[in-house]
C-alpha cells in the first residue's frame, strides 16, 4: 500500500451530469428562451449539411431549414412554446423528423433555461411491436408469487422484449453495493447471478441520475462520443446540464467499466421502491444496440410497474413474520397496560421482549438489574457492553449487524451478538432494552477483487481505473449478523413507547399512592386525637362509677366488690394501653427540637420513678459515663424510660437485680447501654422484639403491652440513630443506642 | 346569683357528675357551679365581674362546645377584672402540644383529669387545699 489513497470512489467528484459530450448515435442542440442556438453537438454535420459553429447565435428557425422542407416553418418553435405553456414535453416526444430520408425522433427536454432538441434514429433493434407484447409480458411477470419469481420473470420478459444478450436485476443492499438477485442470458455466457458488486461500481451521483432517468442507453461503448460546442460570445465555456439527456455521453471511468467486463452496450431501467432507488435491470449487449425512444418507454413502463409491484411483494413476503411479531407486540403492550410489574409484564411470559424481533437472545436493564433471555453475553461482558451501550447511545435507538465492528470486546462474543439492536428507555438512569443476534459467517462471490480497484500500468504508474478482473472473488464476512429489518426496527421502537409510557404511568400511580399515605397518615391523626379524647372519657365514666360505687354504697357485698374491682383493673389496662399507642403514634407527628441534653439527670428522674412505680427495693442500679447526648429532650425521655422499665421489670427476680447504664462517645456517635441480669430473649426473636404488640414467650407474668420497644425504635429512626441489642436467655440483655454527635 | 367558690367548664355530664360528687365530700360547703358551654361560661364571668364578684377558682376542660377551652382561657386572661383568678386547665388529654399552648395562654396549672374517683378526690383535694384555702389571702 502506499500513503496516497486512490480508489473508484474518487468517481463520486466526477460530475458526469456534464460531460459535454453527447453519444455519437444521434446530436443535440440547445436554444436558450429566445429559442436562438446557444449550444450544438459537433456530430450535427454527420447529419446535416452544416457545422455546429455555424448554428449557434442563430434562431432555432434555422434548424428547421436544414430539415426536409415539407415541415411548415417554426414548428420547432411552436413545440417548444407548448411544451414551456405545458410544463412538460412528455405529450410532445417523440417528433418524427426525417434526416436523410430516414425517420429520426426529436425528443425535447428543459434543462435550466435551455431547452434540449435531442435527433436519434427511429430505427431499432427490436422487430417486436413492443405495445402489443408488452401487455401479456406484464401479466406472465405479475404471475410470480414470490418476489424471486417474479423478478425471474420479468428478467426474461425484458429480454423477450428489448432482446440484449444479458438482463440482470441488480439490487442494492444498505452498504450501497449490490448483487445480482436474477438473470435471464444467452446460453453461452457466463452467469453472474448471486455475483456482488462493490458500492463504488455505481457511485452516488450515478445513482442519483438512475432517479431522475427511469431509463439510460448506452449504445456503444467503441464509438467516439461527440463534443458539444457552445457560443463563443458566453466567454467560458459554461458546460450544459445534461441530466435529462438522452444521448448523454458516458464517464470514461464507466466506458473503461464496462469494456473490462466486455460489454459493448447497456441499458438500465430503474427499479423504485418508495422513491428509493431499489434496484436496477441492466442490460448487456456485446455488440452495439440501441434501442428507440418508443421501445425505451415501454421499458420504463415495465421498471414501473415492477417497482410498485416491488412495494406489495417486498412487503408480502416479511408478512407473515411481521404479523407475529405484530402479534407478540400487541400481547406485551396488553400485559403492560394491565399494570403490575413492568419488568415482569415483557420478561417472564412466553411471549416476552424476544418475541418482536428474530434475535435469539435479549436483555432488559431496568431498575439495577439486568434481565436476560435466550443467547446472551456472559455476565461480565453484557455489563461492560451494557455500560458501552449506556455512554455511547446517543439516540433512542442504535441498531447494527457488525457490533465487533464499532465494539473490540463484541469480538470475543460476536457468536451470540454479532448483531444487536437497543433501544433505551430512561437516559438518566441508564435504562434500555437490547436484542442480539448471532454470527452469521457468509460468503460473498465479488464480481473482481472489489478492494483493487487501482491498475499500475507498464510504467509503474497508478492509474485510476475500473478493475479488470471480473473473475469471482470470495470474500468471508466474519462478525456479522443478519440484518435487523425495517420492521424489528419499527416493533422496537413501537415497544419503547410502550414501555416508557408505562414507567410514566406507573411514576404518577407512585406519586397517587404517596398522596393517598399522606392521607391516611392525616386521618390516623385524628384518629389518635379520637383515641385520646373519645375513648379516655368514656372509660373514666366507668373507673371513676366503679370506685364511686365501690366506696359510697355500703351496701354492696363483698362478690360485688371483687367484681368491681376487675372492673377498675380492667379500666386501668386499657387506659395505659391507649397511652401507649397514643404515644406511638405521637411519635409518627411529632417535630424533633434537638438540645444537648444532660443524661445523668434524666437517666436518674427516670429510675427513681420506676423503682417507685415498679416496687422493686434491692435493686442495684450504677450509672457509668454520661456524655450529653443530641436529641428530642421527650423523646429520648421515652427511649429510656422504655429501655431502663425492660430492664429493672424483667430482671427483677434476679438476685440482685442489677441494672447498669454507661455512655460512650465515637468520633461520630453517642453510644448508650443498657445491661441488666435479667430473663434475656431469645436469639430468634432479636428481629421482631420491635415489632408493635409482639411479646417473647418468657414475659408471661411480666406487665406489658408490646408497644415500648415498637416507640423506642419509632424514636430511634426518627433521629436517623441505631438501636441494636446483645441478650442471652437466663443470663441478660444489653441493648445499646447509638445517637449521631451534635456537629 | 351566689357567687360561685369554683367555676367548672365541662361539657361532660359524667365528670361534672363525679366532680360535684368528689368537691362536696371533700368539703360541703365549697360553692361549685358547672357550665357546659364556653360561650356562656365567659357570658356568666362577665356579668359577675360587673357586679365585681368573681369565682376563686375555674376549671377548664380544654374540648367544649361554643368557645374553645383554650380561647375562653385567652379571652379571660385578657379581661382586667378576671385576669388575677386562677385557671386551672383540666383535661384528658396529655399531649405535651396541648399542655404547652395552654400554659402560653397564661392558665395557671395544667392537670391531666386523673383516672377514678378515688384519685379525682385526692386531686381535687389537694387543689382546694392550695387554690382556695390559701388564694383568698391573695384575692
Redesign the interface.
Known amino acids: 500500500m502506499t500513503d496516497y489513497q486512490v480508489d473508484l470512489t474518487n468517481c463520486d467528484k466526477e460530475p458526469i451530469h456534464i460531460p459535454g459530450k453527447v453519444q455519437a448515435h444521434g446530436f443535440l442542440v440547445a436554444v436558450d428562451n429566445q429559442f436562438v442556438i446557444s449550444y450544438a453537438s459537433e456530430n450535427i454535420s454527420a447529419f446535416l449539411p452544416t457545422q455546429a459553429a455555424d448554428l449557434l447565435g442563430q434562431k432555432v428557425s434555422a434548424l428547421e431549414h436544414l430539415l426536409l422542407q415539407q415541415e411548415e416553418t417554426g414548428f420547432i418553435s411552436q413545440l417548444l412554446l407548448l411544451g414551456r405553456h405545458t410544463k412538460s414535453f412528455e405529450t410532445i416526444n417523440p417528433y418524427k423528423v426525417i434526416i436523410n430520408r430516414a425517420d429520426h425522433n426529436l425528443i425535447l427536454s428543459q434543462t435550466g433555461s435551455y431547452f434540449l432538441l435531442e435527433f436519434e434514429p427511429d430505427s431499432t433493434a427490436t422487430e417486436v411491436d413492443i405495445h402489443k407484447t408488452i401487455g401479456r409480458s406484464v401479466s406472465e411477470m405479475l404471475a410470480g408469487k414470490q418476489l424471486k419469481q417474479l423478478l425471474d420473470n420479468a428478467a426474461q420478459q425484458v429480454k423477450q422484449l428489448i432482446g440484449y444478450d444479458r438482463i440482470m436485476i441488480y439490487k442494492f443492499l444498505d452498504d450501497g453495493h449490490g448483487e445480482v438477485i436474477a438473470e435471464y442470458k444467452e446460453d453461452y455466457l457466463e452467469p453472474f447471478l448471486g455475483l456482488h458488486y462493490p458500492a463504488t461500481d455505481i457511485p452516488k451521483q450515478a445513482r442519483e441520475l438512475y432517479k431522475k432517468n427511469l431509463t439510460r442507453i448506452i449504445t456503444d461503448v467503441n464509438a467516439e462520443s461527440s463534443p458539444i460546442l457552445g457560443m463563443a460570445s458566453q466567454g467560458e465555456e459554461k458546460p450544459l446540464d445534461l441530466t435529462c439527456s438522452a444521448l448523454r455521453a458516458v464517464s470514461p471511468i464507466h466506458i473503461q467499466y464496462l469494456k473490462n467486463m466486455g460489454v459493448t452496450s447497456s441499458f438500465s431501467i430503474s427499479l423504485m421502491y418508495k422513491d428509493e432507488l431499489w434496484g436496477l435491470i441492466a442490460c448487456h449487449n456485446y455488440s452495439p444496440r440501441f434501442i428507440n425512444y418508443k421501445a425505451r418507454e415501454a421499458s420504463k413502463l415495465i421498471g414501473q410497474i415492477i417497482s410498485s409491484a416491488l412495494e406489495y411483494k417486498q412487503d408480502e413476503a416479511n408478512v407473515q413474520k411481521n404479523e407475529q411479531f405484530k402479534a407478540a407486540y400487541n400481547e406485551l403492550s396488553d400485559m403492560l397496560r394491565k399494570g403490575g410489574d413492568i419488568g415482569e409484564a415483557i420478561t417472564q411470559h412466553e411471549t416476552n421482549i424476544l418475541s418482536v424481533t428474530d434475535a435469539t437472545g435479549a436483555v432488559l436493564v431496568y431498575e439495577d438489574k439486568i434481565t436476560s433471555l435466550g443467547q446472551v453475553p456472559d455476565k461480565a461482558d453484557l455489563e461492560n457492553l451494557v455500560n458501552w451501550l449506556k455512554k455511547n447511545m446517543e439516540d433512542r435507538i442504535y441498531y447494527t449487524h457488525q457490533l465487533p465492528e464499532v465494539y473490540q470486546p463484541a469480538k470475543n462474543f460476536s457468536n451470540v451478538a454479532s448483531g444487536i439492536l437497543a433501544c433505551t428507555l430512561s437516559k438518566e438512569m441508564g435504562e434500555l432494552i437490547a436484542w442480539f443476534k448471532p454470527e452469521q459467517l457468509s460468503t460473498i462471490n465479488w464480481a473482481g477483487n472489489p478492494n483493487k480497484p487501482v491498475e499500475v500500468d507498464a510504467h509503474g504508474v497508478m492509474n485510476l481505473s475500473p478493475r479488470r478482473s471480473f473473475d469471482v472473488w470470495q470474500e468471508t464476512v466474519r462478525n456479522s449478523s443478519e440484518r435487523w429489518t425495517r420492521e424489528e426496527i419499527a416493533n422496537v421502537l413501537k415497544l419503547r413507547d410502550e414501555v416508557v409510557f408505562a414507567i410514566n404511568r406507573q411514576a404518577n400511580e407512585i406519586r397517587l399512592l404517596n398522596e393517598k399515605l399522606k392521607q391516611a397518615y392525616e386521618e390516623l391523626d385524628t384518629f389518635s386525637f379520637t383515641v385520646s379524647h373519645d375513648l379516655r372519657t368514656p372509660l373514666s365514666t366507668i373507673k371513676n362509677y366503679s370506685e364511686l360505687l365501690l366506696e359510697a354504697n355500703q351496701s354492696l357485698d363483698d362478690d360485688a366488690k371483687r367484681i368491681l374491682r376487675k372492673v377498675i383493673a380492667g379500666a386501668d389496662k386499657l387506659n395505659f394501653l391507649i397511652k401507649e399507642v397514643l404515644n406511638y403514634s405521637r411519635v409518627g407527628r411529632a417535630d424533633l427540637e434537638y438540645t444537648d441534653i444532660d443524661m445523668k439527670s434524666l437517666v436518674d428522674e427516670i429510675k427513681n420513678d420506676l423503682v417507685v412505680a415498679l416496687n422493686i427495693r434491692d435493686l442495684q442500679f450504677e450509672v457509668g459515663d454520661t456524655p450529653l447526648l443530641y436529641g428530642d429532650r421527650t423523646m429520648v425521655t421515652q427511649v429510656f424510660a422504655n429501655l431502663l422499665n425492660n430492664a429493672i421489670k424483667y430482671s427483677a427476680k434476679s438476685n440482685p437485680p442489677k441494672v447498669r447504664v454507661e455512655g460512650k462517645e465515637t468520633s461520630t456517635e453517642v453510644i448508650y447501654s443498657i445491661n441488666d441480669n435479667g430473663i434475656g430473649i431469645d436469639l430468634n426473636y432479636y428481629n421482631r422484639i420491635f415489632d408493635l404488640f409482639k411479646r417473647m414467650d418468657n414475659v408471661r407474668g411480666y406487665e406489658g403491652t408490646g408497644v415500648g420497644l415498637a416507640i423506642v425504635k419509632r424514636i430511634i429512626e426518627k433521629h436517623h440513630a441505631r438501636i441494636w441489642v446483645e441478650s442471652e436467655l437466663g443470663v441478660g440483655t444489653i441493648f445499646y443506642v447509638a445517637f449521631k454527635r451534635n456537629v | 346569683m351566689a357567687v360561685p367558690d369554683i367555676l367548672y367548664v365541662e361539657d361532660?355530664e359524667?365528670?361534672v357528675d363525679?366532680v360535684e360528687?368528689a368537691i362536696g365530700q371533700i368539703d360541703g360547703t365549697t360553692v361549685l357551679r358547672t357550665i357546659d358551654d364556653g360561650a356562656l361560661a365567659l357570658n356568666t364571668l362577665e356579668k359577675l365581674a360587673e357586679d365585681k364578684a368573681k369565682p376563686k377558682l375555674i376549671l377548664l376542660d380544654l374540648?367544649l362546645p361554643g368557645l374553645s377551652g383554650l380561647d375562653l382561657l385567652r379571652r379571660i386572661k385578657e379581661t382586667q377584672s378576671l385576669r388575677y383568678v386562677p385557671i386551672i386547665m383540666f383535661s384528658?388529654?396529655?399531649?405535651?402540644k396541648d399542655i404547652r399552648s395552654s400554659l402560653e395562654f397564661g392558665a395557671n396549672a395544667y392537670v391531666t383529669?386523673p383516672?377514678?374517683?378515688?384519685n379525682?378526690v385526692k386531686c381535687l383535694s389537694a387543689m382546694h387545699e392550695f387554690w382556695l384555702k390559701t388564694s383568698s389571702a391573695v384575692a
Not at chain 2, 383516672?115 to 378515688?118: I, Q, R
Open positions: 361532660n359524667d365528670f363525679v360528687r374540648n384528658t388529654s396529655d399531649n405535651p383529669k383516672l377514678g374517683y378515688t379525682l
